[in-house]
């Protein structure tokens, strides 16, 4: 069983829904990451917050919108996305030092109509 | 810039043989190293992970890689492979950003297939 929690596990939107992805850990991790995933192909990496602060945003288009509430939460906004936004969406978390492991969870399908 | 490599994009083998899946990182320090396995529609487990000292890490589910600086690899190996082992695999290197937190470079991964 995952340590990480992500809700919806899958997603359909049309282009001008808003609609949020959710994540959360009880781990005591203080570094919490958003990755995009395409078919056959490695996680890339979108959002990393670290003690609730957003310390890196990998240039990410507006249309999706991270926010962390409290430090075992993670969301991500969705709106106005394009069909191309299609993919697993996975969250992760760590300690967040720079030998400690991620952990992810299984995952939000989200497809764009 | 960090770099993982994993020369292999589909490996198919026999369930009882052995398994050895390859992975070349470029980095300029002490590399923190790590294998994560991907079944389809799932998120990234973590096999095992290599910091320093022993060069040969073993990890979950019977895995072991072994760090080789000399050829900038840690290939990951398991003497006997189950059916259940079909799935994605990743190869990663961490590196600090500016202490906001680590950066994971994967690589681009490798796909097993297993034949009964």
């Known amino acids: 069983d995952t340590e990480v929690t992500q809700t919806p596990k899958h997603l359909v939107m049309g282009m001008t829904n808003k609609k949020s992805l959710k994540c959360e850990q009880h781990?005591?991790?203080?570094?919490m990451y958003w990755y995009k995933q395409k078919a056959k192909k490695p996680p890339e990496l979108m959002f990393v917050y670290s003690y609730e602060k957003l310390s890196i945003n990998e240039s990410v288009p507006s249309r999706f919108s991270p926010e962390c509430p409290n430090s075992s939460l993670l969301n991500l906004h969705l709106h106005a996305l394009q069909p191309e936004d299609s993919a697993l969406y996975l969250c992760a978390s760590s300690l967040g030092t720079v030998n400690s492991p991620l952990h992810f969870g299984n995952g939000t399908r989200l497809t764009v109509t | 810039a960090q770099s993982v490599t994993q020369p292999d994009i589909h490996i198919t083998v026999s369930e009882g043989a052995s398994l050895e899946l390859r992975c070349n990182y470029s980095y300029g320090a002490t590399p923190y190293l790590f294998w994560y396995v991907q079944s389809p529609g799932q998120g990234l487990q973590l096999l095992l992970k290599?910091?320093?000292?022993?060069?040969l890490v073993q990890g979950i589910k019977g895995f072991e890689a072994e760090f080789k600086r000399s050829q900038s690899s840690f290939n990951l190996r398991k003497p006997s492979v189950h059916w259940s082992d079909a799935a994605e695999y990743f190869c990663?290197?961490?590196?600090?950003?500016?202490?906001?937190?680590?950066?994971?470079?994967f690589g681009p991964g490798t796909r097993l297939s297993v034949l009964p």
């Open positions: 990663a290197v961490a590196r600090s950003r500016d202490n906001y937190g680590q950066n994971f470079v």
């Open positions: 290599y910091f320093s000292g022993d060069t």
């Open positions: 781990m005591g991790h203080r570094a």
